[in-house]
């Protein structure tokens, strides 16, 4: 799966975030944001909710889901300074 996905890289997953690379940590880069000019600590909750909602629908996560894997995000700004990580337990799905 990370070589197909590694395949694809860099792809826009919306307006503001390209994903670089997948490894056993996916680099998410958001195109729009300097760490300096914005609160880390609510982007991060607003991310985490948003992957969450949908984690539990999008069908080709279906494969994390039913293995009840860990899946971990690390988020840098536009200048690849690191923002937060984000992991998702198969509690939360």
Do not use: G, W
């Not at 996905?5 to 997953?13: E, G, L």
């Not at 860990?70 to 799905?93: C, G, K, R, W």
């Amino acid at each position: 799966m990370v070589t197909k996905y590694n395949t694809a890289c860099p792809v826009m997953i919306s307006n503001d975030i390209c994903m670089e690379s997948v490894n056993q940590l996916p680099i998410l880069l958001l195109v729009r944001v300097l760490k300096k000019s914005i609160d880390v600590t609510a982007l991060k909750k607003s991310v985490q909710k948003e992957i969450l909602d949908a984690s539990k629908a999008n069908p080709s996560l279906e494969a994390f889901r039913s293995n009840e894997s860990t899946v971990v995000y690390h988020y840098m700004d536009s200048n690849q300074e690191n923002l937060f990580i984000v992991a998702l337990t198969p509690e939360m799905y």
